[in-house]
């Protein structure tokens, strides 16, 4: 398997989205995605109802209702009306994903087992396990089990040969401080502002996701201008986040109520600001710009001196390209491993040039093309 670890080219966003870029399909998810053009999705994300088995209502200790999730959505006559159920949602989403798109399902632990194995039964080859660590869950009342403060989302991939599925790995971890993201998010339930309620102040959806929960999946797996689409669309934060973040969107929900809320939110987003959702350029995804380059644009004279940051080396640079330390003739990698008695070196990174009364990375040079090359492009 191929994997896109660079995440989005250097190039402008594929496609220019518009208002009709952002929609809600009323209707069953399954005849409705069987409507849509087959390979044509690049990122699916579904948070199926979770068949919570409540018997009852759910009591505090003062013997007050819990707001608890008791919609006949959630509602299946038995496991394995809700396996079926599962199956064919899930057989109608990889009909319409591209060969290298993912999906993404979050469930509690009452479904998201039998979510995953029937996952893996249709051929999906998972890629994470993450899980949502809730800084305010709600607690057992009962006393009777540990507090349930997770959530979990299994990330995978249309098939296990997929090629060239995206994954910012690069940006995801220039946004953590340079360190790895890992597979437990930590974020807060939905509150406050951001939970839709309607005029008599009630909450309008009982499972309303937060928006940084869908942000960080749409970053992590998709690029500016893929379609995003969520089968079971609730009041619309895919939507929400998927707007915002410069994606396109396609929502299937069958609840009239929940739809009308969604299109209502998702029409008042605003996308941010194009620079702000610039493809993350990498070392790797970067155009080639040879070191002859800065020569052939004067930015570095053959005959000048390059240093090493404390000024202890020092190389020749050639007409031709080339470093020359004494008899030592070869690229700035070479030479540069070779003044270090080292086996390899990044030459970018080693050799500075005097500019003025400091030394300057001749790195900065070549981002300089590297700039204008990407200009030229869009």
Request: proline letters at 6%; hydrophobic letters at 40%.
């Amino acid at each position: 398997m191929r994997v896109s670890r660079r995440g989005a080219p250097g190039r402008a966003p594929r496609t220019h989205l518009s208002a009709s870029s952002h929609r809600i399909v009323v209707g069953d998810c399954v005849a409705e995605m069987a409507r849509l053009e087959p390979g044509s999705v690049d990122l699916v994300f579904a948070d199926p109802p979770y068949n919570l088995q409540l018997q009852g209502d759910l009591k505090r200790p003062d013997d007050s209702k819990v707001d608890a999730v008791d919609d006949d959505w959630d509602k299946f006559a038995s496991f394995s009306a809700y396996d079926d159920f599962t199956r064919a949602w899930l057989i109608a989403a990889r009909r319409v994903m591209k060969p290298s798109a993912t999906i993404w399902v979050i469930g509690s632990y009452h479904n998201i087992f039998r979510v995953g194995a029937i996952l893996q039964d249709l051929g999906f080859w998972v890629l994470n396990d993450v899980m949502w660590r809730k800084t305010n869950p709600m607690p057992n009342f009962r006393g009777r089990r540990f507090t349930n403060a997770h959530e979990t989302l299994i990330w995978a991939a249309r098939e296990p040969g997929a090629k060239g599925y995206t994954f910012n790995y690069e940006a995801l971890k220039a946004g953590n401080e340079d360190v790895q993201v890992r597979s437990d998010w930590t974020i807060p339930l939905c509150t406050g502002e951001e939970r839709l309620k309607g005029s008599d102040g009630k909450k309008i959806h009982p499972t309303q996701k937060p928006e940084a929960l869908l942000a960080r999946v749409i970053l992590s797996s998709s690029r500016p201008g893929d379609l995003v689409l969520d089968p079971f669309s609730g009041t619309g934060t895919t939507g929400a986040a998927a707007k915002r973040l410069g994606r396109a969107f396609i929502g299937i929900e069958r609840d009239g109520a929940y739809a009308a809320a969604a299109e209502a939110r998702i029409s008042s987003i605003e996308p941010l600001p194009a620079p702000s959702l610039a493809p993350f350029m990498t070392a790797r995804g970067a155009p080639r710009v040879p070191f002859s380059a800065l020569i052939e644009r004067g930015m570095i004279r053959p005959g000048e001196t390059m240093f090493d940051a404390r000024r202890k080396v020092s190389a020749l640079v050639r007409a031709d390209g080339a470093l020359q330390i004494g008899n030592v003739v070869g690229s700035i990698h070479r030479v540069g491993a070779i003044a270090q008695g080292a086996e390899a070196c990044n030459g970018w990174t080693y050799w500075h040039v005097a500019r003025g009364k400091k030394l300057t990375l001749i790195d900065e040079f070549r981002a300089e093309i590297r700039a204008t090359m990407s200009e030229a492009a869009e």
